[in-house]
């Protein structure tokens, strides 16, 4: 377990190690999140009115400014270009000869970019912003609560779909496409930009059983009161239902993919 | 010089498009996934204009106008600077660059055409027939000028472009890592899918002057469809056409002086 914290720890340190690129992400960040607020100022403006489907301009900041920091710490495409560069160089296959599992380092790694993005970008970056733009705070205490549930969950899906996504690499012996492809999925049906409460039927319906879903709508959705108790246990136990799912997948494809290793790098 | 350098340019070129078409599947496969990620982008934008109309006073072929002369100034500009750029810093880092110095070649045309990326193929897929579709869509009267004002856009739009990236990688040359400039780069790239008028005026002045970025968007394209542009005004569509051969001799400039500053960081 030592061996898995190490790893954690050397990702968060590794990219304390450049300050320049510590402040271009805090602001190009900075500048992600308030262009999503400015959408939704500009967007109800339009419209003329404060309160839109029974969601106030305000929720809609917050589900805003929460989106950044829900999908904003996880970068997919890193985790994706880790396992096509292993397999590129052939690294992967010292992997095999470690007494250590190749995704559960890929889990440890992550753990310690997402606490670095989460400190150094994320958090300070949601503060700044909601001290300007007012930010609500969560609909009661046990939304609060189920809200970090959530998170974590979301972080936990991103990573399985991001190594189920890097693993079929494999197969395609390239990771370019999977990245955008889930990049894709992500920026569509995570809610990341529109909640799905603005969707057109049925395409909400369908976007709210995918597993995308649980990355930024329920969680922001949750946050805000939007879920009643039983519903928010009851998503809470569909969303563990797809990690579940996508876990299996990704030891299932690791145990295929470790059998048919090609090594050209190296 | 300038002939000899108009001699080798489509040979570098030829072998680049050759190593990079030889997993022709994976190649086809790759545009595909950019199609659908900009597409992805593209709808979500389309799914908040079914439900409120407008964003800023834009309608929906309106913004489908703006999304696809971005998405192409973009490509065309990047293909000819983004990759090649972007992986000076390694050049510079791993100490490669000084074989560059040594050809008898210029060093940047080097590097621009022996990578020219044709994987931005993927982007003008998706560009070109959804300029058209707006073109055709928008609620505006077409005359020659205005035409010829939005090819003359693209060009200038796609020189801006390539001249920013050319800025941001050859500040490698000083300081040995720059793409970290990229993150602000795509940051503030992001915000050009959407029209100017809906930012804070921070941000509106940031994307008009340091990182001019709304010069390759939505100021063409307020321009050329009579939308109020903020801080330039009248003045949007001139500054729009002569943005793009402006930065390409700040460009110019800054790479000669970054060359000159070039002390090498390879062992």
Known sequence: ?266 | MLLHHLRVIPHLVRMHVRSQMEYRGAFWLDRLAQVLSYGSVFATIGILLARFQTLGGWTWPELALLFSFQLLAYSLGAAMSFVQLRDLEELVRLGTYDTLLVKPFSPWAYLVFSGLNIGYAGHIILAVPLLGWAVLSVDFAWSASSVAFLLAAIVSATLLTGAMITMIGATALMWVRSNHLFSIFFGFWELTRYPLNIFPGSIQITLITAVPLALTSSVPVGALLGKPIPILGDWAGPVALVAGPVWVLLAMAHWRYATRKYQGAGG
């Open chain 1, 1 to 266: 377990m030592n061996a898995y914290l190490a790893f954690t720890r050397s990702a968060f340190h590794a990219q304390l190690a450049y300050r320049n690129e510590v402040w271009a992400n805090i602001f190009g960040k900075l500048v992600q999140v308030v262009a999503r607020v400015a959408i939704w100022l500009a967007v109800y403006a339009g419209a003329g009115a404060t309160v839109v489907d029974g969601v106030s301009l305000q929720q809609m900041v917050t589900y805003a400014l929460l989106g950044g920091a829900v999908m904003g710490a996880t970068r997919p495409e890193r985790i994706i270009g880790e396992i096509g560069r292993s397999l590129k160089t052939g690294d992967i296959a010292v992997w095999l000869l470690k007494p250590l599992s190749y995704p559960l380092y890929l889990f440890a790694n992550e753990c310690g970019s997402f606490s670095y993005r989460l400190t150094t970008q994320v958090i300070p970056t949601v503060a700044f912003t909601a001290l300007f733009y007012g930010m609500l705070a969560p609909a009661s205490l046990f939304h609060g609560l189920m809200f970090v549930a959530f998170w974590a969950l979301s972080f936990v899906l991103i990573f399985l779909m991001s190594a189920l996504f890097g693993l079929i690499a494999f197969w395609l012996m390239t990771s370019f496409s999977l990245d955008w492809i889930l990049g894709a999925l992500l920026h569509l049906f995570s809610g990341v930009l529109v909640p799905f409460w603005f969707f057109p039927e049925p395409l909400a319906t369908i976007a709210r059983h995918l597993p995308f879903a649980w990355v930024v709508y329920y969680p922001n959705a949750v946050y805000l009161g939007r879920l009643s108790v039983a519903d928010t246990w009851l998503h809470l136990g569909l969303g563990l239902g797809w990690a579940g799912l996508f876990l299996s997948g990704v030891l299932w494809l690791w145990r295929m993919a470790s059998r048919r290793i090609t090594v050209q790098g190296g």
